[in-house]
């Protein structure tokens, strides 16, 4: 124990306070965390993070085929996905927080469990209520995924790596996009829905085993001398203000920027999961691809991300974080546009794999964006606010499909998808051009400041 600590703790016992012992705690040395090479770390969540997104993606092509062998259709398929999102919305920020008071590592552990135990509840679910009320469950239990996964590595990234960092991890994460939908469709299409899921369940399995004995833990639980003062000293129940006053103190220092962020996440997410229903009835009824052929696309989408996050993660540590993801929305959108003008299969996947590459550019660099300005004590509940934002848009999206599914086209949902994207644009590029007037404009200089004989006050009457 230093001695600054040791002299803290002699003056708060000689004033008669009495500390509990996790605040007495706060004044002891912290556990060391398990030594870990930043390869070895990188190496471990981005597999971690590929076996999971395998497993996860196998199976998601295959929900509106067994929907259909339950007898439900777009509708059933959007409320499915809703109730996935209403869970994680309402869980993200709770998860995030749990990450940052006991550590990323027990998060990270009970969620990948809970994605096994919702893939063996899919294999039995025998009615359209009982599989969204498992999608419902698992929204809930594994929400703290990725902010936990994505707090460890920001933990340990250096500052002016840190997009690069959640570029490797989101590559690992897009890995499962290019395994998960071929080898789930090619499963189903072989031999059904149930040897896919079975397979889906090994692998979540797998990447448990794997994550149990190589995630390791980056929360240091130190706090500050005067953090503990004041809990001890003040035994006053909090009143409203103060419970906000500490809100406030747990969210980024430019609350405005914060919101800018937030927003681009909530319409990206939301554009996608507008379509995503009227998606797969339409690749299956309209442009004739089996459940093969479906995951063969995604996989194109799935190349150019890992591709994109691999070679390109750090374009924005280098280039500016406004400028990267302003040019990567402008490239996701062109999936939307894709799918609303043409019905060749090489065109689709170009478009797909443009979106890829834009994914692969805005993605990281909106988060380092929103962990560059996010207190480090608090950096987990930041990414869970932002997962709720997200999940939030997640929500709406299929909702208004099943709301307006019956007098749109598809055409019509893909456009309205490229509006929203290409309007996020714009208000990035407005938040943008703000910041620049904002520094080319001096801030007044305090009055205390100004010398006396520069100062022009207003003569006496």
Same mark, same amino acid.
């Given at each position: 124990?230093?001695?600054?600590?040791?002299?803290?703790?002699?003056?708060?016992?000689? /004033?008669?306070?009495?500390?509990?012992?996790?605040? !007495?705690?706060?004044?002891?040395?912290?556990?060391?965390?398990?030594?870990?090479?930043?390869?070895?770390?990188?190496?471990?969540?981005?597999?971690?993070?590929?076996?999971?997104?395998? !497993?996860?993606?196998?199976?998601?092509?295959?929900?509106?085929?067994?929907?259909?062998?339950?007898?439900?259709?777009?509708?059933?398929?959007?409320? !499915?996905?809703?109730?996935?999102?209403?869970?994680?919305?309402?869980?993200?920020?709770?998860?995030?927080?749990?990450?940052?008071?006991?550590?990323?590592?027990?998060?990270?552990?009970?969620?990948?469990?809970?994605?096994?135990?919702?893939?063996?509840?899919?294999?039995?679910?025998?009615?359209?209520?009982?599989?969204?009320?498992?999608?419902?469950?698992?929204?809930?239990?594994?929400?703290?995924?990725?902010?936990?996964?994505?707090?460890?590595?920001?933990?340990?990234?250096?500052?002016?790596?840190?997009?690069?960092?959640?570029?490797?991890?989101?590559?690992?994460?897009?890995?499962?996009?290019?395994?998960?939908?071929?080898?789930?469709?090619?499963?189903?299409?072989?031999?059904?829905?149930?040897?896919?899921?079975?397979?889906?369940?090994?692998?979540?399995?797998?990447?448990?085993?794997?994550?149990?004995?190589?995630?390791?833990?980056?929360?240091?639980?130190?706090?500050?001398?005067?953090?503990?003062?004041?809990?001890?000293?003040?035994?006053?129940?909090?009143?409203?203000?103060?419970?906000?006053?500490?809100?406030?103190?747990?969210?980024?220092?430019?609350?405005?920027?914060?919101?800018?962020?937030?927003?681009?996440?909530?319409?990206?997410?939301?554009?996608?999961?507008?379509?995503?229903?009227?998606?797969?009835?339409?690749?299956?009824?309209?442009?004739?691809?089996?459940?093969?052929?479906?995951?063969?696309?995604?996989?194109?989408?799935?190349?150019?991300?890992?591709?994109?996050?691999?070679?390109?993660?750090?374009?924005?540590?280098?280039?500016?974080?406004?400028?990267?993801?302003?040019?990567?929305?402008?490239?996701?959108?062109?999936?939307?546009?894709?799918?609303?003008?043409?019905?060749?299969?090489?065109?689709?996947?170009?478009?797909? $794999?443009?979106?890829?590459?834009?994914?692969?550019?805005?993605?990281?660099? /909106?988060?380092?964006?929103?962990?560059?300005?996010?207190?480090? =004590?608090?950096?987990?509940?930041?990414?869970?606010?932002?997962?709720? $934002?997200?999940?939030?848009? !997640?929500?709406?999206?299929?909702?208004?499909?099943?709301?307006?599914?019956?007098?749109?086209?598809?055409?019509?949902?893909?456009?309205?998808?490229?509006? $929203?994207?290409?309007?996020?644009?714009?208000?990035?590029?407005?938040?943008?051009?703000?910041?620049?007037?904002?520094?080319?404009?001096?801030?007044?200089?305090?009055?205390?400041?100004?010398?006396?004989? =520069?100062?022009?006050?207003?003569?006496?009457?």
């Amino acid at each position: 124990m230093s001695k600054e600590r040791c002299y803290n703790l002699d003056r708060l016992r000689a /004033l008669g306070v009495l500390l509990s012992h996790s605040e !007495s705690h706060a004044f002891s040395p912290a556990p060391k965390p398990r030594r870990v090479s930043s390869r070895t770390l990188i190496i471990t969540l981005s597999t971690t993070m590929a076996l999971q997104m395998t !497993s996860f993606v196998m199976i998601l092509p295959l929900f509106a085929r067994r929907f259909s062998e339950l007898g439900a259709g777009v509708e059933a398929l959007g409320i !499915s996905a809703m109730a996935y999102a209403l869970t994680s919305t309402l869980a993200a920020p709770f998860m995030g927080a749990l990450a940052d008071r006991f550590g990323r590592r027990p998060v990270v552990l009970g969620s990948l469990a809970a994605y096994a135990a919702a893939f063996s509840g899919y294999l039995f679910a025998p009615s359209v209520g009982v599989f969204n009320l498992l999608r419902g469950l698992a929204g809930a239990f594994t929400a703290g995924l990725i902010p936990a996964v994505t707090g460890l590595a920001v933990d340990l990234a250096p500052k002016d790596r840190r997009a690069q960092w959640i570029s490797f991890i989101n590559g690992g994460a897009s890995f499962g996009w290019i395994a998960g939908p071929i080898a789930g469709g090619m499963l189903y299409d072989r031999w059904g829905y149930s040897a896919a899921l079975i397979v889906s369940i090994i692998m979540a399995v797998i990447t448990l085993a794997v994550a149990i004995p190589f995630v390791p833990e980056s929360r240091l639980a130190i706090r500050s001398f005067n953090h503990t003062e004041h809990r001890a000293t003040n035994n006053i129940p909090k009143n409203i203000k103060v419970l906000l006053l500490d809100l406030r103190g747990t969210l980024p220092r430019s609350l405005s920027t914060f919101l800018v962020l937030l927003f681009i996440f909530f319409a990206v997410l939301f554009a996608w999961a507008f379509i995503e229903p009227r998606f797969m009835f339409y690749a299956y009824n309209d442009l004739g691809w089996n459940s093969a052929m479906l995951g063969i696309m995604m996989s194109t989408y799935g190349i150019a991300l890992m591709l994109g996050e691999f070679g390109f993660g750090r374009l924005s540590d280098r280039l500016g974080r406004k400028p990267i993801i302003i040019m990567g929305l402008m490239l996701f959108s062109a999936q939307f546009i894709g799918m609303a003008f043409f019905r060749n299969n090489i065109l689709i996947a170009t478009t797909f $794999v443009i979106a890829g590459l834009g994914n692969a550019l805005y993605d990281p660099a /909106l988060s380092a964006s929103i962990l560059d300005i996010s207190p480090s =004590e608090h950096r987990a509940r930041i990414l869970g606010i932002k997962s709720m $934002v997200g999940s939030t848009g !997640s929500i709406l999206g299929p909702a208004l499909v099943a709301l307006f599914n019956s007098s749109m086209d598809a055409r019509s949902i893909f456009l309205i998808a490229v509006g $929203v994207v290409l309007l996020t644009t714009l208000i990035v590029l407005i938040d943008q051009a703000r910041e620049r007037f904002s520094k080319k404009v001096p801030s007044p200089m305090p009055l205390a400041r100004i010398p006396a004989r =520069e100062r022009k006050l207003p003569l006496s009457s």
